[in-house]
């Protein structure tokens, strides 16, 4: 089993920063892809990021130029620094990690950036 904790979400205004921490604890070996998801209120879960543990990236284009995820495998600990922010970017944001047979998520944390 892997266990993720997410911290570093909150409320910023538009054009500020913020950036999520995800550490991850448990079987973290067997983990392979680690990204982030977000979550607007009354819409669907979407991918925003993807990082492998090799360091190759995948973005959604909507946050492309405004997002970046890295990963610090010592440390178990993906990131993802949001810079830009728009209000459209209010969401709750979770952590995913994929191992070979399994995912897992995050409990969330909350974005909220004001006009």
């Known amino acids: 089993q892997v266990q993720l904790v997410e911290s570093g979400g909150g409320l910023v205004q538009a054009g500020g920063s913020l950036r999520l921490s995800c550490v991850a604890s448990?079987?973290?070996?067997?983990?392979?892809?680690m990204g982030w998801y977000r979550q607007p209120p009354g819409k669907q879960r979407d991918l925003v990021a993807t990082?492998?543990?090799?360091?190759?990236?995948n973005y959604a284009d909507f946050v492309k130029g405004r997002f970046t995820i890295s990963r610090d495998n010592a440390k178990n600990t993906v990131y993802l620094q949001m810079n830009s922010l728009k209000p459209e970017d209010t969401a709750v944001y979770y952590c995913n990690a994929r191992s070979w047979d399994s995912v897992y998520w995050g409990q969330g944390t909350q974005v909220t950036v004001s006009a």
């Open positions: 990082i492998t543990r090799g360091g190759s990236t």
């Open positions: 448990g079987t973290i070996f067997s983990i392979s892809t």
